[in-house]
T-cell receptor, first 110, second 114 residues
Framework: EDQVTQSPEALRLQEGESSSLNCSYTVSGLRGLFWYRQDPGKGPEFLFTLYSAGEEKEKERLKATLTKKESFLHITAPKPEDSATYLCAVQAQGAQKLVFGQGTRLTINP | EAGVAQSPRYKIIEKRQSVAFWCNPISGHATLYWYQQILGQGPKLLIQFQNNGVVDDSQLPKDRFSAERLKGVDSTLKIQPAKLEDSAVYLC????????????FGPGTRLTVT
């Protein structure tokens, strides 16, 4: 069964304090790994898709990386507006559904 | 481009009552998904449609949940009868034909069963 585990569950940082969120996964053949951002009371917002080990993608202060067993979401010099829950999901080969982790709740204090 | 629309945004019902949620996907998106998100957890797929047809409903509790997508556009998810454990946010998402990598989510319907 495909599984996704995210750590930590919650993370508090000061504005400008860089850190990384972890997403460990087991899947029967990875088709894609996805990162989403979810603000309170809203649906998840798509950030990145990674397809193969070694791939990296960047968007503003966020950079996502992928290995054969895990993905990291690096946040550089975060701002309070980066506060949100970040969700990781995997899609297996031959499947279309996404299997999500439980998310990391990130809080950036000014 | 308009996003995925859902209604209602909030619903409170008593256990054993029935409830229905509506979703209108992004125009041109052939694939539609319903997810259940319990507080503190990630979304879990309930059912996936490709046009009018069901692709995956393996995690849909079929004794109480049903869904339909008439004419390959709007979709309705129904719960009858509701249980306390059905309290959750119900998210609808859609994606383009032949491109299920990027799923776009609606704002969700928060259901509270008392």
């Amino acid at each position: 069964e495909d599984q996704v585990t995210q750590s930590p569950e919650a993370l508090r940082l000061q504005e400008g304090e860089s850190s990384s969120l972890n997403c460990s996964y087991t899947v029967s053949g990875l088709r894609g790994l996805f990162w989403y951002r979810q603000d309170p009371g809203k649906g998840p917002e798509f950030l990145f898709t990674l397809y193969s080990a070694g791939e990296e993608k960047e968007k503003e202060r966020l950079k996502a990386t992928l290995t054969k067993k895990e993905s990291f979401l690096h946040i550089t010099a975060p701002k309070p507006e980066d506060s949100a829950t970040y969700l990781c999901a995997v899609q297996a080969q031959g499947a279309q559904k996404l299997v999500f982790g439980q998310g990391t709740r990130l809080t950036i204090n000014p | 481009e308009a996003g995925v629309a859902q209604s209602p945004r909030y619903k409170i019902i008593e256990k054993r009552q029935s409830v229905a949620f509506w979703c209108n996907p992004i125009s041109g998106h052939a694939t539609l998904y319903w997810y259940q998100q319990i507080l503190g957890q990630g979304p879990k797929l309930l059912i996936q449609f490709q046009n009018n047809g069901v692709v995956d409903d393996s995690q849909l509790p079929k004794d109480r949940f049903s869904a339909e997508r008439l004419k390959g556009v709007d979709s309705t998810l129904k719960i009858q009868p509701a249980k306390l454990e059905d309290s959750a946010v119900y998210l609808c998402a859609s994606s383009r034909p032949f491109d299920s990598y990027e799923q776009y989510f609606g704002p969700g319907t928060r259901l509270t069963v008392t």
